[in-house]
């Protein structure tokens, strides 16, 4: 028996969103590892086990994931959205490159998802039609200073700005610290949209423009967008305005 | 009868990527819009009619599509990749903000898929394991400037950076000005990867620096990776490297 290691995104959460590649990297486990609220989502298999763990032991979770897989065993590790949009990948071959030398000769995979940046642009119109950026605010694995950096580059570039793990409880106040420094560099009208557990029973979409935004309506499963200088709102009468970067920049307008 | 228009992305190719909700919205479709290639990915319905086009016609593609959802056809504009990135979602939705405005109150959906970065970043490991940005080099549609603006902008922030449309037979020599920009501003030894029509039987990855890249192996149906002072090549006995971008930044190195 030869074991394997497969790294599947579930996406923001709809069976619907979910791709046959993934599901087939489901079925096909002997052993399934993940942050418990996404296991919860698959749908139990007789005989497939199920190792979940807490969301911060990224780290710990791919080790026993590699070292279940060289012993044998056919490994789906579970991530949220796509596993290589602040997922589970990273977590995955950082072990590998530190870890044990028999991992790298694992049969390794990668199976993309839809990840929360999609899901919130489907539902919002187009807000990622032209050139964007992706900033993850939590400090924990990086200084503030080199997230601040980033921030100004992207307001710099006038990309359009998507803002992953805006806020935790643990770390309420960068957010708040985002917010400040591109009201420095991004004009007042600048669109903003909060999408909040897109996919999910509780989904929740506020837009609103940089100068009125109330960054404390991020949390944790909130992905915040910041328009560039050419995002716009349609209006369309008796519902929200779609969100709209156009694919050209400063022409014909 | 009442009309709607859905805009479903393809993903790069493989059914296996195509989410269960874009195979509906395919089957549930009166019409179908868009470039012929993708079109053609698409099994034949009986009774269902297909509108193909030339790629360059995106606004008028889009405009037909509004039309035809408007006299009460139920429409699937078909694009590549996810149609929120670089692809169909952003020709519709300008063309309802310049258009008649019954088109306003359709009922409009946007159907995300897998795109051409996500596919490439499986393929490569976790290239973008971290903060990244998506930029176009096509200059059909926004002056070179705002392009070279980007880039410096990308480079000034460290993120990895995904770069679409880096090429065509028109303009072969964008890609060429983008890798002597970015030469002058990131580290020699910048890990890159060219990735062609990922999940598809021509399928090919090269693995590189930055100095030693040769832009020339870009074209239309590519899409180039390049890494930030924390990407890296993991080895692997008999394969290509694992590319990763490790989620910690200047932690513990």
């Known amino acids: 028996m030869s074991g394997a290691l497969a ?3 579930l996406g923001p959460g709809p069976v619907e969103w979910i791709a046959p590649e993934a599901q087939d990297a ?5 052993d399934l590892v993940g942050y418990q609220p996404y296991l919860d989502r698959v749908p139990a298999r007789t005989g497939q086990r199920r190792h979940g763990s807490d969301n911060r032991r990224e780290l710990d979770r791919a080790r026993d994931a590699l070292a279940m897989a060289a012993s044998g065993c056919r490994v789906a590790v579970v991530s949220g959205g796509d596993p290589g949009v602040f997922a589970m990948a990273a977590a995955v071959f950082e072990a590998v490159d530190d870890g044990e030398a028999s991992w790298r000769a694992l049969d390794i995979t990668v199976v993309p ?10 539902r919002l119109g187009a807000p990622l039609g032209h050139d964007f950026c992706a900033i993850s605010l939590s400090d924990n ?6 997230v601040a950096r980033r921030l100004r580059a992207a307001a710099e570039g006038d990309f359009v700005i998507a803002l992953f793990n805006p806020a935790s409880k643990a770390r309420p106040e960068q957010i708040h610290h985002a917010f400040a420094l591109l009201r420095d560099h991004k004009a007042a009208s600048t ?8 996919g999910r029973p509780d989904e929740r979409i506020v837009l609103t423009r940089l100068a009125d935004a109330d960054p404390a309506m991020a949390d944790m499963r ?7 200088s050419e995002t716009r709102f349609v209006e369309r009468p008796g519902s929200r305005p779609w969100m709209l970067t156009p694919r050209s920049y400063g022409v014909g307008r």
Chains 1, 2 share one sequence.
């Open 7 to 9: 790294i599947v995104g």
């Open 26 to 30: 489901l079925a096909a486990a002997t």
């Open 113 to 122: 998802g839809i990840s929360a940046m999609q899901a919130a642009a489907a």
């Open 141 to 146: 694995l990086k200084p503030w200073d080199i």
């Open 191 to 198: 669109p903003v949209a909060f999408a909040r557990a897109i």
């Open 222 to 228: 909130t992905l915040v967008l910041i328009g560039s």
